[in-house]
């Protein structure tokens, strides 16, 4: 990341745009975390410990709505990576294009045009985003586990909310180099799951802080990018764009 800040440090201008597409996501999901704590947490947790000695009710009630709150904040990271990135598209791919510029990086593919992109990109999203949230209620499942599960299923929610902004953070230059398959960028992140987890759980912990996701979502998508080039390595595939 530190890497990727050097860059935005010389265009200070676009590190500035690309604060604003945050800004106005993070106070929709904000909001929303907001709504789901005051007014569904209550319920779903009174609801799952029905079964509970009434002894250690109340105990069981707020471990399991903290666990909740927990899993919440997994998705909505992954969600407003994924929103972000939508919204502000043709900010974020000129800050990846800069950093592509002042670091190197694989040749570009023949380009999509306008509309499949979109379409893909949309496509793409709904998956990453579906499947952060089924493996979100498998980690809550974890989290039911007596004594432990409060803490294997937090890990276990880190752990996913990590894989997926990798998946999401990587996307733009993969797709500019011809990988466009999201089972490829699965692919390069499954194959080096230390690298990935090593930038990926850093940026869910910073994403997860309204403010600092404000301040920092420009840094971290010029950090992807950098990210996406070590985790492609030197034998992936390449589609030189004639005339380039």
């Known amino acids: 990341m530190l890497r990727g800040l050097t860059v935005l440090l010389r265009v200070p201008r676009l ?3 690309g604060m604003v597409p945050p800004l ?9 975390l907001a709504l789901f704590g005051f007014l569904a947490l209550g319920p779903l947790t009174e609801f799952a410990t029905g079964w ?15 666990l909740a709150m927990v899993l919440a904040i997994v998705i909505a990271v992954v969600l407003f990576a994924s929103i972000t990135l939508a919204v502000g598209a043709p900010i974020y791919e000129k800050i990846s294009e800069s950093v592509q510029q002042a670091f190197g ?23 990453v985003v579906g499947l952060s949230l089924l493996f979100g209620v498998a980690a809550f499942a974890l989290g039911l586990i007596p004594v432990i ?4 299923g937090s890990l276990a929610g880190a752990v996913i909310a990590a894989f ?18 999201l089972s490829e960028k699965f692919g390069a992140v499954n194959r080096n799951r230390a690298l ?33 080039g070590e985790l492609r390595g030197e034998d992936g595939p390449v589609v030189v764009q004639p005339g380039r």
């Open 164 to 181: 997926f902004i990798v998946v999401e953070m990587i996307s733009g230059p993969f797709d500019r180099w011809g990988m466009r398959r």
């Open 105 to 127: 990086g694989a040749a570009l593919a023949p380009q999509e045009t306008m509309f499949a992109s979109v379409v893909r990109g949309l496509r793409q999203s709904a998956v």
């Open 52 to 66: 509970v000695p009434e002894s250690i009710r109340m105990l069981a009630r707020v471990l399991l709505g903290i």
């Open 24 to 32: 106005v996501v993070s106070v929709v999901m904000t909001t929303m």
């Open 15 to 17: 590190a500035l745009l």
């Open 149 to 152: 599960g409060g803490v294997v």
């Open 196 to 228: 990935a987890l090593g930038f990926g759980l850093p940026a869910f912990l910073l994403l997860s802080v309204p403010l600092l996701a404000v301040l920092l979502f420009p840094v971290i998508t010029a950090g992807g990018t950098l990210l996406a």
